[in-house]
């Protein structure tokens, strides 16, 4: 008999409340879900990219780079991503020498038009695992096929305990504006359980020369809800990330998607609830962190964001996303999206290196959204951070908001989560908090999964 506990339903029908955290993926992360993205759709990708860019009433899409590194120390227990601790050097070396024949072969493509990337990401896994030079020839080598002349902004993830001040020095002078710190915790028992590789001195020491060489950007993440994790552990650890004064800070709600090593934990003891913080508790951490950062004047920009200056402090990339931007994505498992079409790279290291190396590209999975579709998910995107613009819809997609999700709008008004101030609608904290849950009101039906927490 299962021990999930369902709490009552709301009066007006919506996503039922589950308290404890079971195994699954909770964060609405693209629309429609991945699911529906088939191989049988590879095609449509490809004629794609055979065309210009599609000019809309708006202009032509921003292009966005994404570049997927899958190195790291160790897998950390609550890791979902495409993640390899076990490749050498020669395998690295081949992996970059595909990332840059990969990116070549888009780059003379029709769909980039001669555009550049307005913003580029380093993402992982671990992109500060590599070396200075192993970073210095592949960004070399991104450069002269797609050049960053012209981007806003150009973020690199990276883990503490691999930033020596040589290679903090080195990412500085690739360019990199934005520097996010997944630092996740600063006690030492909670990131040696949920296993993470660094330890808080190496928390401390990488942030301080990161200050020092001046990035103009420094994020730090957080995760509420980690194993072991505890009411008085939660309030320190907010208190040192209050104390660096990074420029901003995302928090993420623990999730325990299928392919992470709590789940197998689990499976394996034949439990069904995580081992972590339930939903009501990890939302009142993060109103808790959030309000700790407003007492000294920050913002709250998003589900997930806090920043210290809104009008300096921006997330180009995620914007981007959000808003329907083409974004050009390579390496293993990773996905973008071009000329109106979603893509999925090879889930595995080698099938995709050798997709590469026989010159063929490494594309897994595809999928066409229609018009309504597109309009669903930079909709429900947006409203993650917290209040979109409904003359912005109405312009870019024809129909105002207000008519084409009246019942979803609708019912989060009659929940309580609703705001409205002219132009903007929006959401409550207590909605902003929840707000993954709460997005699967604006799903197709087709695509609900009737699991919501």
Not at 85 to 97: E, P, Q, S, V
Not at 348 to 375: G, I, M
Not at 421 to 443: A, M
């Amino acid at each position: 008999m299962s021990s999930i506990t369902i709490a009552p339903p709301p009066k007006t029908a919506g996503p039922p409340i589950q308290k404890e955290t079971t195994a699954g993926n909770y964060f609405v992360a693209n629309y429609p879900p991945f699911a529906y993205w088939k191989p049988e759709f590879i095609p449509e990708f490809t004629d794609a990219l055979n065309r210009p860019p599609v000019a809309t009433p708006t202009g032509v899409a921003p292009l966005g780079l994404y570049t997927h590194i899958p190195f790291c120390r160790k897998r950390c227990h609550f890791c979902y991503f495409r993640v390899y601790t076990d490749k050498n050097a020669d395998d690295i070396k081949g992996y970059l020498d595909a990332l840059l024949r990969e990116l070549s072969v888009y780059a003379a493509k029709p769909i980039i038009g001669g555009r550049k990337p307005k913003f580029v990401y380093f993402g992982g896994g671990t992109p500060s695992y590599l070396s200075p030079d192993q970073l210095k020839f592949l960004t070399d080598g991104m450069k002269r096929l797609l050049p960053w002349d012209e981007a806003e902004e150009v973020t690199f993830e990276g883990e503490p305990g691999t930033l020596t001040d040589h290679k903090l020095r080195a990412i500085r002078d690739l360019g990199v504006t934005r520097l996010s710190l997944g630092i996740e915790h600063f006690d030492d028992h909670i990131l040696e359980v949920n296993g993470r590789a660094h330890r808080s001195k190496e928390v401390q020491r990488a942030y301080a020369y990161a200050r020092e060489i001046g990035f103009p950007q420094i994020n730090i993440d957080l995760i509420a809800g980690m194993v072991e994790e505890t009411e008085e552990k939660w309030q320190e650890a907010v208190a040192k990330a209050v104390a660096l004064r990074p420029d901003s800070v995302t928090i993420y709600q623990m999730e325990v998607p299928y392919n992470t090593g709590i789940y197998q934990q689990m499976k394996a003891e034949g439990k069904l609830v995580a081992p972590v913080a339930d939903w009501e508790t990890k939302r009142r951490w993060v109103n808790y962190a959030y309000g700790e950062f407003e007492k000294i004047g920050y913002t709250v920009t998003s589900g997930t964001t806090v920043v210290r200056d809104p009008a300096q402090v921006k997330f180009v990339y995620r914007d981007g996303l959000f808003s329907g931007a083409d974004i050009l994505s390579i390496g293993v498992a990773s996905f973008g999206h071009l000329n109106g079409v979603h893509y999925q790279n090879h889930h595995d290291f080698q099938p995709y290196v050798d997709a590469v190396l026989a010159d063929r590209l490494p594309v897994h999975r595809a999928f066409t959204p229609s018009a309504e579709e597109r309009y669903i998910r930079e909709f429900m995107l947006q409203l993650k951070l917290g209040s979109v613009s409904a003359a912005k819809f109405t312009q870019k997609f024809g129909c105002s908001p207000w008519d084409q999700f009246a019942q979803p709008l609708a019912t989060l008004r009659d929940q309580g989560f609703l705001t409205h101030d002219g132009d903007r609608i929006g959401i409550t904290r207590d909605g902003l908090l929840q707000v993954d849950r709460l997005l699967h009101e604006f799903f197709k039906p087709e695509h609900k999964s009737g699991r919501y927490a």
